[in-house]
């Protein structure tokens, strides 16, 4: 019995863990400091596959570096995740980058300027249908509310027993002595 408690501990905080880190990934993605992203194309073969999730970090364009794999949106609105060739002084804070895909054999046709990109921070081989249902409020809230709910039964501290208890239906019965008979 104390085997299968035990055993019931550990994955109660590690389900608690999870859960605390998936609050964290979850309040990120809601205040724009991180993004979920899922590979469509083949372009960054071998360093992204196609269906890979990828969580990345918004960073100022100004940090960036050539060699650096980058999400930036082009000029019709579509995410393009390629590695920086290239990187030129923009109008202030901006920088006018040259991206390619790793399994391209030519830059893209046109660079993009930007303040800020997003770059990856982790990534989840073939991770795109969990992360596609976890994106729905129906299933990602309900998630985290579970979450935090096994945060606090984890973080409860268990029933202290009082010197002499063995448990339940023990036989033991605590004599307060002499000194706690009432006179």
Do not use: W
Not at 40 to 55: A, C, W, Y
Not at 143 to 154: D, I, Q, T, Y
Not at 175 to 183: E, I, K, L
Request: with cysteine; glycine share 14%; hydrophobic share 45%.
């Amino acid at each position: 019995m104390r085997l299968l408690k035990r055993i019931g501990d550990v994955f109660l905080t590690l389900a608690a863990v999870v859960g605390v880190l998936g609050l964290g990934l979850f309040v990120g993605i809601q205040t724009g400091h991180l993004q979920s992203l899922v590979v469509v194309s083949g372009s960054m073969i071998p360093t992204f596959e196609v269906g890979d999730g990828v969580v990345s970090r918004r960073v100022p364009a100004s940090t960036l570096e050539v060699g650096d794999v980058v999400s930036v949106f082009t000029s019709d609105g579509v995410l393009v995740t390629h590695r920086v060739v290239g990187i030129e002084d923009g109008p202030g804070e901006a920088r006018t980058l040259t991206l390619r895909g790793d399994n391209n054999p030519v830059d893209d046709p046109e660079p993009y300027v930007v303040e800020d990109a997003l770059v990856p921070l982790v990534r989840v081989p073939g991770a795109r249908d969990a992360i596609e249902v976890l994106r729905r409020p129906a299933v990602g809230i309900p998630l985290v509310v579970a979450s935090c709910a096994l945060v606090g039964f984890a973080l409860m501290p268990s029933p202290a027993r009082r010197p002499g208890q063995d448990g339940p239906g023990s036989g033991v019965v605590d004599d307060p002595g002499p000194a706690g008979r009432g006179r």
